[in-house]
């Protein structure tokens, strides 16, 4: 079964703070790989795509990718309050994507 | 990025009605769509994957005969939900898939939120 797993969270941080959220992924088949916002109430949002080993910045966002450990992460640098959300991660080996169940994030001002 | 849009937002009808939801690809051609539903403050589920001019594959557990889709075109996936029940009420929301040039990504529609009374 093709898996992603992320921390439901609550994660708080203070604003102005980096907020660091984690995924992993059980397919190794998994080629490339999706970071959405979604607020409260709302449909998904992409922020960011990544489909090569390493980082991938994109303004205070940083996307991170290491295939040998099955594991993306995304930085959220200089934390807005307008950054709290759920953040999906989500893996595509070919088809559909894959999502984890989102991570909440609240930044506190 | 790319535009999905949906209609209804917004839909309120009565049990044992059919509902009918449309999404559609603005400005790119989606052979595939996928149909996903949320219920309050859980994951997204992913109900059925539509295919341009072939049979809906739907996932385990969801009725093909109660939620019906049609992908008629390259920019258009219809669902409709029938003979819809209380039970149905949930927030659906479509994707297409981007498979221009290199990338090969989802962009979500704003969602329809289904109440059935």
């Known amino acids: 079964q093709k898996e992603v797993e992320q921390n439901s969270g609550p994660l708080s941080v203070p604003e102005g703070a980096i907020a660091s959220l984690n995924c992993t992924y059980s397919d190794r088949g998994s080629q490339s790989f999706f970071w959405y916002r979604q607020y409260s109430g709302k449909s998904p949002e992409l922020i960011m795509s990544?489909?090569?080993?390493g980082d991938k910045e994109d303004g205070r966002f940083t996307a991170q990718l290491n295939k040998a450990s099955q594991y993306v992460s995304l930085l959220i640098r200089d934390s807005q309050p307008s950054d709290s959300a759920t953040y999906l991660c989500?893996?595509?080996?070919?088809?559909?994507?894959?999502f984890g169940k989102g991570t909440s994030l609240l930044v506190t001002p | 990025g790319a535009v999905v849009s949906q209609h209804p937002s917004r839909v309120i009808c009565k049990s044992g009605t059919s509902v009918k939801i449309e999404c559609r690809s603005l400005d790119f051609q989606a052979t595939t769509m996928f149909w996903y539903r949320q219920f309050p403050k859980q994951s997204l589920m992913l109900m059925a994957t539509?295919?341009?001019?072939?049979?809906?594959?739907?996932e385990q557990g969801v009725e093909k005969d109660k939620f019906l889709i049609n992908h008629a075109s390259l920019t258009l996936s219809t669902l409709t939900v029938t003979s819809a029940h209380p039970e149905d009420s949930s927030f659906y929301i479509c994707s297409a898939r981007d498979q221009r040039g290199s990338t090969d990504t989802q962009y979500f529609g704003p969602g329809t939120r289904l109440t059935v009374l």
């Open positions: 989500g893996s595509n080996s070919g088809y559909a994507l894959n």
């Open positions: 539509s295919n341009e001019g072939s049979k809906a594959t739907y």
């Open positions: 990544i489909y090569s080993n």
